[in-house]
């Protein structure tokens, strides 16, 4: 049977940039592969070039965009699906 499990990571404004994103990223997809995982997704607003040049650069690959189903700042943005076949 197959199950669905979330994970979400925020890094705090006065500690972007120093790789905790990366790090964090990087132990989630050696434990999915560890858990015999098959695919992770990645949802992410589309304003964030950091999380997406993240999940690029460790092997996500773009496969859909969802138009203006998040919410923030007083408007809706659009949310950018990613996927790693593990």
Do not use: W
Not at 44 to 60: D, K, N, P, R, Y
Request: aromatic share 10%.
């Amino acid at each position: 049977m197959a199950a669905n499990y979330r994970a979400s990571f925020y890094v705090a404004e006065g500690f972007q940039g120093r790789g905790i994103g990366r790090r964090l990223m990087t132990r989630l997809i050696q434990t999915a592969r560890e858990l015999d995982f098959h695919v992770l997704l990645a949802l992410i607003v589309s304003e964030s070039a950091a999380s997406q040049h993240v999940c690029q650069s460790l092997g996500f690959e773009l496969c859909g965009t969802m138009r203006e189903v998040g919410f923030k700042f007083d408007r809706p943005l659009d949310v950018l699906i990613m996927q790693q076949i593990l």
